[in-house]
């Protein structure tokens, strides 16, 4: 069997260390896990982080070394070999300084550790995932309306009953200065008698609102309204005639699914509708994050961003929008986007901004001898395939070409959505490498293999959903016991297979202890057969 693997990494490691961090890649779970893995060291600190009660929002975070010293290129290099000689390329990992690779974190037991760690960063969430909140009705509309409206075009309207995110929208004389993160509305009223026309608001421009870890990490933006009588009211040192979108990196961004669910896709439903003529103005000091997301960030913008946190100056906009809109989970809700915008949209967006070719996949029954590609994610710290090899025999028996992309440090998201796109199915166990589902061609077919531990709503709240909505064909194998290495671990009386549920009750930190940190996975290929044949089916229109 010969499969194509593609190494996506960067020989030229020392090269930037400034702009290392900017350039982690995709498959990002072992990329947070480095970084965590440094600032943790206590006991301690790691039950309040995985409990999300940490209150250091830890800028030191970005140091590690392991991150720090990566270059700024990348190149992808595509073998077609024996499948054995790939395997042991694969398994035998290169050396400790590439390490983080396609969801890995098998090199050292910091990083094992470190990528539990921010796994459950990620997964200390899951279950607030599917949080949504309540369609207002039809369009955009606010449900819960506070603010005032002036003859004119002056008006502040912020929406705080959302449980994802809270977003005020000011049209009128809006003045930002980021660094005391303040936004006046200045109103023509000058009516001293109208106090309640003076309102103000306190607002985290971070769409995760339910989260109270990720939220102890984002600056407060205070947004009021000003009559501007009183000495109160900033001087413009700066005007713009676009409007502005006000929002913060931070919480758990790094992870590569929470940059899309808490900022990718909700920035795009904020921002896409004003066609590049909008200024972002955002709060971080994360340049490496801006570094990474720059292509989908200057396709959104087409104006320099202002950075607040440090940015004395006074920017004055007609209209600017402070946070950012989210319906759900890594989706938008077409319903109460502006110009009906869909997921299908946003993953075309994804196409438009790195350049992809292919809009959809193969088309089989067509004639033509070519064979379906099926993008293999080989985990490789928790919840690896332990019988990969057994795997690429299996899916390449049934008529795909395998293509195993494994992501280094240093590698862009642009090498990786390349790769991603020129498959025509993706499958991976639970994880942060199955965001990578936004660079797939509409009608492709994700497979989402779910651990053994009554993980099902978690998996589909994160991808399942999602993925439909982007009109993905979605497939889910849940593994059995005997596809668990648990089974090694737990006597099969034991509650962790006879009573999952009761470890859920436990609490999401022993939870994930059990199935999430320290379960890896057997595939048996012949239960697994039929649901390859169904993708293939699916690929026949
Ligand atoms: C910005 O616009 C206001 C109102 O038009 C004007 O008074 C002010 O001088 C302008 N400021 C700058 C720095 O251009
Ligand atoms: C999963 O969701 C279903 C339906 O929404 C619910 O009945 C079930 O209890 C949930 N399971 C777990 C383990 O939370």
């Not at 009559?227 to 000495?231: A, V």
């Not at 950075?307 to 940015?311: A, E, I």
């Not at 029954?365 to 001898?369: C, Y």
């Given at each position: 069997m010969g499969y194509e693997m593609l190494l996506?990494?960067?020989?030229?490691?020392?090269?930037?260390r400034k702009l290392g961090l900017a350039l982690l890649v995709g498959f990002c779970i072992g990329v947070v896990t480095s970084f965590i893995s440094i600032t943790l060291s206590t006991a301690e600190q790691q039950f309040s982080l995985a409990y999300g009660a940490?209150?250091?929002?830890?800028?030191?975070?970005?140091?590690h070394p392991h991150i720090s010293g990566r270059s700024a290129t990348g190149v992808i290099r595509m073998k077609q070999t024996s499948s054995s000689t790939n395997y042991a390329a694969h398994s035998t990992g290169q050396t400790k300084d590439d390490a983080?690779?396609?969801?890995?974190?098998?090199?050292?037991e910091e990083a094992n550790h470190g990528e539990n760690e921010a796994e459950r960063v990620q997964h200390t969430t899951q279950k607030q995932e599917a949080i949504e909140s309540k369609p207002?009705?039809?369009?955009?509309?606010?449900?819960e309306h506070i603010g005032f409206e002036r003859g004119e075009a002056t008006k502040a309207a912020c929406d705080l009953s959302n449980p994802r995110t809270d977003v005020c929208e000011l049209h009128g004389d809006v003045r930002i200065h980021g660094k005391s993160s303040s936004v006046v509305l200045v109103?023509?009223?000058?009516?001293?008698?109208?106090?309640?026309?003076?309102q103000s608001w306190q607002i985290k421009?971070?769409?995760?609102?339910?989260d109270k870890a990720a939220m102890a990490h984002i600056q407060q933006m205070s947004v009021r309204s000003s009559?501007?009588?009183?000495?109160d009211v900033p001087r413009c040192t700066t005007n713009h005639s676009v409007p502005a979108v006000v929002f913060a990196i931070g919480g758990?961004?790094?992870n590569y699914y929470h940059d899309f669910t808490d900022v990718l896709v909700p920035l795009f439903i904020t921002s896409r509708r004003f066609d590049g003529e909008v200024q972002l103005v955002i709060g971080t000091t994360k340049l490496w994050w801006i570094s990474k997301y720059e292509p989908i960030l200057r396709k959104l913008s087409r104006y320099e961003i202002v950075?607040?946190?440090?940015?004395d100056r006074v920017h004055c906009y007609p209209h600017a929008i402070v946070g950012l809109h989210s319906h759900k989970a890594m989706s938008i809700d077409p319903a109460r986007a502006p110009n009906g915008y869909s997921m299908v949209d946003f993953t075309r967006f994804m196409r438009s901004t790195y350049s992809l070719g292919r809009d959809s996949p193969i088309r089989l029954?067509?004639?033509?001898?070519r064979k379906p590609r099926l993008l293999l994610i080989?985990?490789?710290?928790?919840?690896?395939?332990?019988?990969f090899r057994e795997i690429v025999g299996v899916v390449e028996e049934s008529g795909f070409e395998v293509v195993v992309a494994e992501a280094k440090m240093g590698s862009k998201v642009a090498e990786v959505a390349r790769v991603v796109n020129s498959c025509d199915v993706m499958m991976g166990v639970h994880?942060?490498?199955?965001?990578?589902?936004?660079?797939?061609?509409?009608?492709a077919v994700i497979i989402q293999v779910v651990p053994f531990g009554n993980l099902e709503n978690i998996s589909r709240s994160c991808f399942g959903y999602s993925s439909e909505d982007a009109k993905l064909h979605y497939l889910e194998y849940s593994i059995r016991e005997e596809e668990s290495s648990l089974i090694e671990q737990y006597p099969r009386d034991h509650p962790v297979f006879k009573d999952p549920k009761s470890i859920h009750r436990k609490g999401w930190n022993k939870m994930g202890e059990v199935y999430l940190d320290k379960q890896n996975v057997k595939l048996d290929v012949n239960r697994f057969r039929p649901l390859l044949l169904k993708a293939r089916q699916l690929l026949h229109r």
């Open positions: 996506i990494k960067s020989p030229h490691r020392m090269e930037s940490r209150a250091n929002p830890s800028p030191e975070i970005n140091l983080v690779e396609l969801a890995s974190g098998k090199e050292t207002p009705g039809i369009g955009d509309r606010f449900n109103s023509a009223d000058r009516e001293p008698r109208n106090p309640e026309r003076r421009p971070y769409a995760r609102k339910f009559n501007g009588l009183g000495d758990y961004s790094g950075y607040s946190g440090s940015d029954g067509d004639g033509g001898g080989p985990r490789q710290g928790t919840r690896r395939f332990t019988n994880g942060a490498g199955l965001t990578n589902f936004v660079f797939l061609p509409t009608g």
